[in-house]
């Protein structure tokens, strides 16, 4: 399974639920519906996505004073393989609840907070999938965390995975059998000083992530960017054959700057380049992003 978080969010559900509940881009959905979340209509069709959007900005109401940086609306798909088949919508209401659940996004624990999962029909190529739509500001006006919610949802996967007999991948199963550069004694020390994770762990990871939710090259920068991750090309002018990653660690303060061979053999770009599904675009246009 595939999760595929939105690199932009927003200060409103409406236009993105009418996306969701429309024809789509090649008239491809179909049969628009809820089928998991706190906002929850089973067997109603496109004709509720106006209540769906109201019920998804209640909080931001609510609370016009909690503010979310980059808006309070949370997109994320999760996918299966074309060849993998369809899951029922009882199956995906499971599906999506529990990666709400291990997401720390529906904390029992906490003030809930409102979202839905929109189920329209397969993709354009064959891949049976939701849509999860989420409030980030709870019930009680307090902020849902997000940090390196792309990072953890790769791990919450391996889980649901396991859980729901769903397909793996094993690019994320295995990242050290696919190269992972050991950290030194040095990098070690520095963390303890700083209290922050190893950079070229942490940095491997995230860089991780974004490529295995990335359709393409211009995703993969634009999931990274969204992650705090800055990004430059190699070489800096002509065709780019390279990168190299550092993390934002503050305003104004960049992190170590490590090429991907750097961080793991699997992550150099040629490597990276073989495995995004989504090779229409020029790699020009990941390097003007």
């Not at 199956?91 to 999506?96: F, I, N, S, T």
């Not at 902020?143 to 790769?154: G, H, L, T, Y």
């Amino acid at each position: 399974m595939i999760s595929k978080i939105g690199a932009k969010r927003s200060g409103h559900p409406g236009k993105l639920v009418a996306y969701l509940f429309g024809p789509g881009k090649l008239n491809e959905h179909q049969h628009q519906r809820t089928v998991a979340g706190t906002v929850h209509y089973p067997d109603a069709g496109p004709e509720i996505r106006a209540q769906v959007a109201a019920d998804l900005q209640w909080a931001q109401r609510m609370w016009p004073d909690t503010q979310f940086p980059g808006g309070h609306v949370w997109h994320c798909s999760l996918s299966l393989a074309a060849d993998e088949g369809v899951l029922s919508d009882e199956k995906w209401e499971a599906v999506a609840t529990d990666f709400m659940r291990e997401m720390q996004l529906d904390d029992p624990a906490k003030a809930p907070l409102r979202w839905t999962a929109v189920h329209h029909g397969a993709s354009a190529e064959g891949n049976d999938h939701v849509h999860i739509v989420a409030s980030l500001i709870r019930a009680d006006g307090t902020k849902a965390n997000i940090w390196q919610d792309m990072v953890r949802s790769q791990r919450v996967l391996v889980e649901l995975e396991q859980r729901h007999g769903l397909r793996a991948l094993q690019s994320r199963l295995s990242p050290v059998a696919a190269g992972v550069v050991p950290y030194t004694q040095g990098e070690a020390v520095q963390a303890r000083v700083t209290g922050r994770p190893v950079e070229r762990v942490e940095l491997e990871q995230l860089v991780r992530a974004a490529s295995t939710s990335a359709l393409s090259e211009v995703q993969f920068v634009q999931h990274l960017r969204a992650a705090g991750v800055r990004l430059r090309p190699y070489p800096p002018s002509g065709a780019v054959t390279g990168y190299s990653a550092a993390l934002e660690l503050a305003p104004g303060r960049t992190g170590r700057w490590f090429q991907g061979g750097e961080l793991a053999r699997d992550l150099t770009l040629p490597r990276l380049r073989a495995t995004w599904p989504d090779k229409s675009a020029p790699a020009s246009l990941a390097t003007a992003e």
